[in-house]
């Protein structure tokens, strides 16, 4: 949240909810977030796709969990409702923290439910319209198969949801 408020010039952070993850956006929020944070930085920072988004979530391991799931996320089972700070559950194995659990994260793409039945094999970027956007890696709310690596959601881009956030990725030119 903490970098949130100094991009976005909201109201200041309690210190006790500096680390956690700003949620409670819609996708256009998060679209407005990242053009101050580009204008500001000057780097090329974006949502990831879908498929890159899946790819992060596994850690090179190919289950559906990349460890047991009290141990690697928040969910409805033990979080008390509420998101936790990030980065206090074990990572996978690319030592990303967060990618099951705690909150939702918005990715690029437009939701097709049959996108990938015919999708480029090579570095999928979804759909090129559409009527919602990709939201994975469940929430505090949420367990079960909610949970899981392969699991797709979609949202209302235009809608904000208290378990919904957001993971940047950067674009790197050599």
């Known amino acids: 949240r903490a970098t949130w408020q100094e991009i976005m010039g909201s109201e200041p952070v309690k210190p006790d909810e500096r680390d ?5 956006l819609s996708y256009d929020d998060v679209q407005t977030f990242l053009q101050a944070l580009r204008e500001r930085t000057g780097l090329a920072f974006r949502l990831p796709t ?6 992060c979530c596994r850690g090179g391991n190919p289950s559906a969990l990349y460890g047991p799931l009290d141990e690697i996320a928040w969910h409805s089972g033990n979080s008390g409702g509420r998101p936790h700070p990030v980065g206090t559950k074990r990572p996978n194995g690319f030592g990303l923290f967060d990618m099951l659990g705690n909150v939702w994260e918005w990715c690029s793409d437009w939701y097709g439910a049959d996108y990938y039945a015919a999708s480029p094999p090579v570095d999928p970027a979804g759909p090129s319209r559409g009527e919602r956007r990709v939201a ?9 198969n909610y949970l899981r690596s392969a699991h797709r959601n979609n949202q209302d881009p235009a809608q904000s949801r208290p378990f919904l956030g957001f993971r940047l990725v950067l674009d790197l030119t050599l």
């Open 20 to 24: 956690l993850p700003q949620s409670g």
């Open 50 to 55: 879908e498929a890159e988004w899946e790819k």
């Open 136 to 144: 994975r890696g469940g929430g505090y709310l949420h367990g079960g």
